[in-house]
């Protein structure tokens, strides 16, 4: 006999900031489910991370000051929890290259590899 194996529940606060980082998002851009590879963002709703919600930017219009900050100000309750906003970028010879950024709620870890980045966002800044 095959055990039935279900997924334990969500942490409670994964559950808010999901749906919070949605709400916040939705009306800038198309939100990426299931396996359709067509949108602006996509939002992890996997638990691979304790305290840590994954955010993914393929619409680089997004990744604005304002809209970082609206996403710190989510973990206003939430001290512990941190959002990663993911991003990606194209080097000399076309190769895509990750970077990305740490959102707390005092502070904001910049991974940004500006150098990958369109022009207009190399001297984007976030505080």
């Given at each position: 006999?095959i055990?039935d194996?279900?997924?334990?529940?969500?942490?409670?606060v994964?559950?808010?900031?999901?749906?919070r980082?949605?709400?916040?998002l939705?009306?800038?851009?198309i939100?990426i489910?299931?396996?359709?590879?067509?949108?602006?963002?996509w939002?992890?709703?996997?638990?691979?991370?304790?305290d840590?919600?994954?955010?993914?930017?393929?619409?680089l219009?997004?990744l604005?000051?304002?809209v970082?900050?609206?996403?710190?100000a989510?973990?206003a309750?939430?001290?512990?929890?941190?959002?990663?906003v993911?991003v990606?970028g194209?080097?000399?010879?076309?190769?895509?290259?990750?970077?990305?950024?740490f959102?707390?709620?005092?502070q904001?870890?910049d991974?940004?590899?500006r150098?990958?980045?369109?022009?207009?966002?190399?001297?984007?800044t976030f505080s």
């Amino acid at each position: 006999m095959i055990a039935d194996r279900t997924d334990p529940p969500a942490h409670p606060v994964r559950v808010i900031l999901y749906e919070r980082v949605v709400n916040l998002l939705g009306p800038l851009g198309i939100q990426i489910e299931d396996n359709s590879d067509r949108g602006d963002f996509w939002v992890c709703e996997d638990e691979l991370f304790p305290d840590l919600q994954e955010v993914e930017f393929l619409n680089l219009d997004l990744l604005r000051p304002p809209v970082i900050t609206a996403l710190q100000a989510l973990l206003a309750d939430y001290p512990d929890w941190v959002i990663s906003v993911r991003v990606e970028g194209i080097d000399e010879a076309g190769k895509r290259r990750g970077m990305g950024l740490f959102i707390q709620s005092d502070q904001i870890i910049d991974d940004l590899k500006r150098e990958y980045l369109p022009i207009v966002f190399r001297d984007m800044t976030f505080s």
